[in-house]
Nanobody, 114 residues
Framework: QVRFVESGGGLVQPGGSLRLSCVAS????????MAWYRQAPGKQRALVAT???????NYANSVKDRFTISRDNAKDTVHLQMNSLKPEDTAAYYC????????WGQGTQVTDSS
């Protein structure tokens, strides 16, 4: 069974940084394009960043030049390095296949502390 476990969220001041991690299981991770999504209060879940099997990346305009997605195939893990955080980055963050799907984890909460 496919499972994603996210971690690394927390309280952060504007301008701060966080590094999120997501460990995948029940799948051949190295064969899968992966993504980070986020859901802010009262809003729909939105795509933040994607990374292909080969490591090519793509970002939502709102996070471009601030966030970096990466993957470690040896550890079945995808990361999201978030720099220069803004209050509008407050959301629950989830990883999943880049194509989406029903296998959502519990997410990890990122909250502006200002």
């Amino acid at each position: 069974q496919v499972r994603f476990v996210e971690s690394g969220g927390g309280l952060v001041q504007p301008g701060g940084s966080l590094r999120l991690s997501c460990v995948a299981s029940g799948m051949i991770f190295s064969n899968s394009a992966m993504a980070w999504y986020r859901q802010a209060p009262g809003k729909q879940r939105a795509l933040v960043a994607t990374i292909t099997r080969g490591g090519s990346t793509n970002y939502a305009n709102s996070v471009k030049d601030r966030f970096t997605i990466s993957r470690d195939n040896a550890k079945d893990t995808v990361h999201l390095q978030m720099n220069s955080l803004k209050p509008e980055d407050t959301a629950a963050y989830y990883c999943n296949f880049a194509s989406g799907g029903p296998h959502w984890g519990q997410g990890t909460q990122v909250t502006d502390s200002s």
